[in-house]
């Protein structure tokens, strides 16, 4: 599968802005997605997870209630509505996708970026204060 991130800009703080990102082919509901970010300097973190059927959704925990992932699987998207931005949040932002769905006939979703198996080419957000 093919990933197309977009979205990312300038902003100042406290805005909102929503990342998407499209997947090609048609077993989009094959994989479990997830939004990926790498801040200058920093290593990659997880942000945010969600199952093939859009069911369960994880967060970094600091993140959560703030950011919203979702999905489309009509149209092969994903998005991050982020809110309330910060400095902090300044990173280009990857979305990924997995082929591991279940684990012991349960939902998986990871926060390793390992996990994943292909990866969008990253959409830059800078949030100024």
């Known amino acids: 599968v093919q990933l197309q991130a977009s979205g990312g800009g300038s902003v100042q703080a406290g805005d909102s802005l929503t990342l998407s990102c499209v997947a090609s082919?048609?077993?989009?509901?094959?994989?479990?997605m997830a939004w990926f970010r790498q801040a200058p300097g920093a290593e990659r973190e997880f942000v945010a997870s969600?199952?093939?059927?859009?069911?369960?959704?994880n967060y970094k925990d600091s993140l959560e209630g703030r950011f919203t992932i979702s999905r489309d699987n009509v149209k092969n998207m994903i998005r991050l509505k982020m809110n309330n931005l910060t400095p902090e949040d300044t990173a280009v932002y990857y979305c990924?996708?997995?082929?591991?769905?279940?684990?012991?006939?349960?939902?998986?979703?990871?926060?390793?970026?390992?996990?994943?198996?292909?990866w969008g080419q990253g959409t830059q957000v800078t949030v100024s204060s």
């Open positions: 082919g048609r077993t989009f509901t094959r994989y479990t």
């Open positions: 969600i199952t093939p059927a859009g069911t369960s959704t």
């Open positions: 990924a996708a997995a082929s591991r769905t279940t684990i012991f006939g349960s939902d998986w979703s990871s926060t390793k970026g390992t996990q994943y198996d292909y």
